[in-house]
């Protein structure tokens, strides 16, 4: 099952290659000769339809059913993915950039449009290497150049938010906070997964905590152990062999998703959390090994560690905001997933997440998959 974090500011432009980690361009077809095309019409009606609104500081945005159709048509979606998940992951995806979008807003940061083209310019060359051409891929895309262009504005509006932020003393600040990201050090953890649905009312959720906590008490009287427990009721697909809830060693750059890690790299050798919540349900994490690692040279390694800030940046910029900002999601379309298999009985995943959410870009993804 994908999961998507944070906001994804260039949209349109990733789809075509855009490499935001480097924030360059990277290649997929060849230079547009004159005006680029219009975008092809998407296949599902009424692509404007208003799926969700988010207002904040005084201004409402809509989210579309186009938009949304955009991104879970970027990735491959298995007849067992859970579509109503996948659904809205894209939708607080589209959320989160028109948050960050808002705050840059504010910021009143000027790129000139001279800046744009030179970036135009090397996606273009770009997409030369492959034999294509800007016009054709955008039309291939579902997107006009004037989306691509918004989206770039945006892109070069964050990456001067974060040169303004970004001074040698903050990064040192960052990485001495941060040491476990950057030293590569590895916790081995086990859990037990009890899950919810995405729809699930407080009250629902408030029962399975219960459930787990119930589990706790058992492994802290000794009535059972971790392991058992595990065994016996956790709902993760990738125990079903008995492995009694092991993940073996990971690090904070192995895809899994930070409500997971948060936990489990601060709890001790051999200690049981609380119930932790996830996208997925609740969790009981157990660390049973760690392995420190060693922090890297600031100066060889002021780029990773300038990405890694800026997506630290846009994750506190988000959670403030969406705090205050009032999001309404409307039940997901009936026809928004054309031309797919009929979808199988949907299982609960691992808490682990694709590498992408290794990328500290604005525009920021994670997929959580079994592990």
């Known amino acids: ?16 290659g855009w ?58 979606i298995p007849p067992t993915e859970d579509r109503e998940q996948v659904y809205r992951d894209a939708v607080d995806t589209l959320v989160n950039t028109k948050l960050v979008t808002q705050f840059l807003n504010r910021q009143r940061i000027v790129i000139k449009p001279e800046q744009v083209q030179e970036e135009i310019g090397k996606l273009e060359q770009g997409l030369k290497a492959e034999g294509k051409d800007l016009a054709t891929s955008l039309l291939e895309n579902g997107f006009s150049l004037d989306e691509i262009k918004k989206e770039i504005e945006d892109r070069l509006r964050w990456i001067e938010y974060v040169k303004a932020k970004a001074t040698d003393a903050e ?62 009721y956790s709902q993760d697909p990738a125990n079903e062999g008995g492995a009694g809830g092991d993940l073996d060693f990971f690090n904070l750059n192995s895809g899994f998703i930070p409500e997971f890690t948060d936990v489990a790299f601060k709890l001790k050798k051999g200690s049981i959390s609380e119930p932790v919540e996830t996208p997925y349900g609740y969790h009981l994490i157990q660390v ?34 969406r705090k205050a900002a009032k999001i309404d999601v409307k039940p997901l379309p009936k026809d928004l997933f054309p031309n797919l298999p009929a979808q199988a009985p949907a299982t609960a995943p691992a808490p682990a997440a694709t590498p992408a959410q290794k990328a500290a870009t604005p525009a920021q993804k994670a997929a959580p998959k079994a592990k």
């Open 1 to 16: 099952m994908r999961r998507i974090v944070l906001a994804s500011l260039v949209v349109a432009a990733a789809a075509l």
């Open 19 to 76: 490499n935001l980690a480097a924030g360059r361009a990277a290649a997929q077809g060849a230079p547009a000769q004159g005006k680029a095309a219009a975008p092809a019409p998407l296949p599902i009606a009424n692509p404007a339809e208003e799926v969700a609104s988010v207002a904040y500081n005084g201004a409402t945005e809509k989210v579309t059913k186009g938009e949304v159709f955009n991104i879970i048509t970027r990735y491959p």
């Open 171 to 232: 990064l040192k600040k960052f990485l001495a906070e941060h040491k476990d990201l950057f030293s590569g050090t590895k916790v081995r953890a086990s859990h037990i997964l009890l899950k919810t649905e995405a729809s699930a009312s407080e009250a629902d959720k408030a029962k399975v905590k219960q459930q787990l906590v119930a589990v706790k008490k058992l492994i802290d009287d000794g009535k059972m152990t971790f392991a058992q427990a595990a065994n016996k």
């Open 288 to 321: 049973t090994d760690r392995q420190e690692g060693k922090l890297p040279d600031f100066e060889q390694n002021k780029p990773y560690i300038t990405s890694a800030y800026a997506a630290e940046l846009q994750k506190n910029l988000l959670m403030e905001a």
